[in-house]
């Protein structure tokens, strides 16, 4: 069941009126080219009949001192506005009211196909021998209310366009989130500071149901210092708890809360306090649902991504232990290395897909290893050409080894080409240039980098500034110059200098 706000006293447009300027300055001058009579606006829709007296300073002149004479007047000119608004002429209607006076009504149209009217009391002189003066000011009284109800409508019409707008909008907004984070600590994140920037509140938190679905996981809140730091909650306390266990929303003056819903509730978003600290609208219930809905599919998602990127990265480790057990190489660098890719294709302009599978192939550019001689690969004099030979092969074999793994084949073009080089003297298959794929030649830099810094059976390892000297050395010939440019921006970054100490 959705909770509602209480229902409001129907609101009259033309009553804003009152409140233009032009009509301000009209009235006080037609005012006073009547004598200064009372005014007053009858107002009359099928809910409420509204008598408004418009100079609220002037008392009435026959009987100033009486307050209760006051009332029985707008009593009297009350039923009077009554007596003739389903009257459709506009035909001004003169009249004496009970004390006598001299008093005229100015019938009306108004938006709700209702009639009101504009009542004059106290006239100086009857209405009928001031023909030009009631004339001009009925047509500048109808010319202002057209301007009310043109206001009105132009009004409407943005509050019945902008709620689709603003949908579209964040329909469009929620799909970039989506397409650009994978994981779920990724996603979830973006998508409360989403809702937070489109509907504009000042807190919003995510909610998921345990396994067990007793408790339920803050996977983000605004109220967490750092936003990350999991809060765990047994179900029966507070209003996301309440809207999980049952599946309704929850809409209230500054809190919003929608259910996560797929084959059944798993969890909730909740927004809390507009910036501009009014109540929550029906608009923003509609845009909160239609975002809920995206990131149901968006959760679903995310969830299926994590499952897959820990069997994959399960099977790396399996992989990468098996290496570790065949070549007992100085591997102390290895974070490093892992780091060094990823700054360095994120500088480059790479995509998120195309950044995780540089950081998985770190970890399998030696899966061709397997099954080379140890003696080989621990051979502390030069290899002989045969020998030489055979290591040449193991970014083929390694490719070969990895290729039955689906999850790891787009890593296959960075493990085969890594031993490429620019000037197209490499191997396996002598590429050139732009010909190598930007992973393999971004791995060929940081992978020469951190092999120069470590220690080999042949050599010992090398100083920082020497191994980066030798990488400005093989500028255009080994390496790809714009890759080499991006590895100086990054080892001078303080984050992977202090690594290096």
């Given at each position: 069941?959705?909770?509602?706000?209480?229902?409001?006293?129907?609101?009259?447009?033309?009553?804003?009126?009152?409140?233009?300027?032009?009509?301000?300055?009209?009235?006080?001058?037609?005012?006073?080219?009547?004598?200064?009579?009372?005014?007053?606006?009858?107002?009359?829709?099928?809910?409420?009949?509204?008598?408004?007296?418009?100079?609220?300073?002037?008392?009435?002149?026959?009987?100033?001192?009486?307050?209760?004479?006051?009332?029985?007047?707008?009593?009297?000119?009350?039923?009077?506005?009554?007596?003739?608004?389903?009257?459709?002429?506009?035909?001004?209607?003169?009249?004496?009211?009970?004390?006598?006076?001299?008093?005229?009504?100015?019938?009306?149209k108004l938006l709700n196909g209702k009639q009101g009217c504009f009542m004059v009391c106290n006239l100086k002189e009857p209405i009928s021998r001031q023909t030009h003066l009631k004339t001009a000011f009925y047509e500048f009284l109808k010319e202002e209310l057209n301007l009310v109800r043109k206001d009105y409508e132009l009004r409407s019409l943005y509050e019945a366009v902008q709620p689709k707008a603003l949908a579209l909008s964040a329909l469009h907004s929620i799909h970039r989130v989506i397409s650009t984070a994978f994981s779920l600590n990724e996603l979830l994140p973006r998508i409360a500071r989403l809702c937070m920037q489109i509907l504009k509140v000042k807190h919003c938190s995510i909610s998921l149901l345990d396994r067990e679905r007793k408790h339920l996981l803050c996977k983000f809140s605004t109220g967490q210092s750092d936003g990350t730091k999991l809060i765990r909650k047994k179900l029966g306390h507070g209003i996301d708890s309440k809207v999980v266990l049952g599946g309704e929303i929850h809409f209230g003056r500054h809190v919003?809360?929608?259910?996560?819903?797929?084959?059944?509730?798993?969890?909730?978003?909740?927004?809390?306090?507009?910036?501009?600290?009014?109540?929550?609208?029906?608009?923003?219930?509609?845009?909160?649902?239609?975002?809920?809905?995206?990131?149901?599919?968006?959760?679903?998602?995310?969830?299926?991504?994590?499952?897959?990127?820990?069997?994959?990265?399960?099977?790396?480790?399996?992989?990468?232990?098996?290496?570790?057990?065949?070549?007992?190489?100085?591997?102390?660098?290895?974070?490093?290395?892992?780091?060094?890719?990823?700054?360095?294709?994120?500088?480059?302009?790479?995509?998120?897909?195309?950044?995780?599978?540089?950081?998985?192939?770190?970890?399998?550019?030696?899966?061709?290893?397997?099954?080379?001689?140890?003696?080989?690969?621990?051979?502390?004099?030069?290899?002989?050409?045969?020998?030489?030979?055979?290591?040449?092969?193991?970014?083929?074999?390694?490719?070969?080894?990895?290729?039955?793994?689906?999850?790891?084949?787009?890593?296959?073009?960075?493990?085969?080409?890594?031993?490429?080089?620019?000037?197209?003297?490499?191997?396996?298959?002598?590429?050139?240039?732009?010909?190598?794929?930007?992973?393999?030649?971004?791995?060929?830099?940081?992978?020469?980098?951190?092999?120069?810094?470590?220690?080999?059976?042949?050599?010992?390892?090398?100083?920082?500034?020497?191994?980066?000297?030798?990488?400005?050395?093989?500028?255009?010939?080994?390496?790809?110059?714009?890759?080499?440019?991006?590895?100086?921006?990054?080892?001078?970054?303080?984050?992977?200098?202090?690594?290096?100490?």
């Amino acid at each position: 069941m959705v909770l509602l706000k209480e229902k409001r006293a129907q609101k009259i447009p033309e009553s804003s009126i009152l409140k233009s300027a032009s009509w301000k300055r009209g009235y006080a001058a037609f005012n006073t080219l009547f004598k200064k009579p009372l005014g007053w606006l009858y107002l009359a829709t099928e809910s409420s009949d509204d008598l408004i007296r418009l100079d609220r300073k002037t008392r009435c002149p026959w009987d100033a001192a009486s307050s209760a004479h006051e009332k029985s007047c707008e009593e009297y000119l009350l039923e009077f506005a009554r007596s003739k608004k389903e009257d459709h002429t506009e035909t001004i209607h003169s009249f004496r009211c009970h004390e006598g006076e001299l008093c005229a009504a100015f019938p009306l149209k108004l938006l709700n196909g209702k009639q009101g009217c504009f009542m004059v009391c106290n006239l100086k002189e009857p209405i009928s021998r001031q023909t030009h003066l009631k004339t001009a000011f009925y047509e500048f009284l109808k010319e202002e209310l057209n301007l009310v109800r043109k206001d009105y409508e132009l009004r409407s019409l943005y509050e019945a366009v902008q709620p689709k707008a603003l949908a579209l909008s964040a329909l469009h907004s929620i799909h970039r989130v989506i397409s650009t984070a994978f994981s779920l600590n990724e996603l979830l994140p973006r998508i409360a500071r989403l809702c937070m920037q489109i509907l504009k509140v000042k807190h919003c938190s995510i909610s998921l149901l345990d396994r067990e679905r007793k408790h339920l996981l803050c996977k983000f809140s605004t109220g967490q210092s750092d936003g990350t730091k999991l809060i765990r909650k047994k179900l029966g306390h507070g209003i996301d708890s309440k809207v999980v266990l049952g599946g309704e929303i929850h809409f209230g003056r500054h809190v919003l809360a929608v259910p996560f819903i797929e084959k059944d509730v798993f969890g909730v978003i909740m927004l809390k306090a507009r910036i501009d600290k009014k109540s929550f609208t029906a608009t923003d219930l509609e845009v909160l649902q239609m975002l809920s809905e995206q990131t149901v599919v968006a959760i679903k998602n995310a969830q299926l991504y994590d499952e897959m990127h820990e069997l994959t990265m399960g099977s790396i480790k399996s992989i990468a232990d098996l290496l570790e057990l065949n070549y007992s190489g100085d591997n102390v660098h290895l974070p490093l290395f892992a780091q060094l890719v990823r700054e360095m294709g994120a500088d480059l302009g790479l995509s998120r897909h195309d950044l995780v599978d540089l950081e998985r192939a770190v970890h399998l550019l030696d899966t061709g290893y397997i099954g080379l001689p140890q003696k080989i690969l621990s051979k502390k004099t030069g290899l002989t050409q045969k020998e030489y030979e055979l290591i040449k092969k193991h970014p083929s074999r390694g490719a070969q080894v990895l290729k039955s793994i689906s999850s790891l084949k787009p890593l296959l073009p960075i493990i085969l080409h890594h031993h490429e080089r620019y000037d197209g003297r490499g191997y396996p298959q002598g590429l050139a240039g732009e010909e190598i794929p930007i992973g393999a030649r971004i791995v060929a830099v940081a992978d020469s980098f951190t092999a120069i810094i470590s220690k080999r059976p042949y050599r010992e390892s090398k100083k920082v500034s020497e191994a980066i000297e030798e990488i400005q050395r093989h500028i255009g010939s080994q390496f790809d110059p714009k890759v080499v440019t991006s590895f100086l921006k990054v080892i001078q970054s303080k984050k992977i200098t202090k690594d290096l100490l």
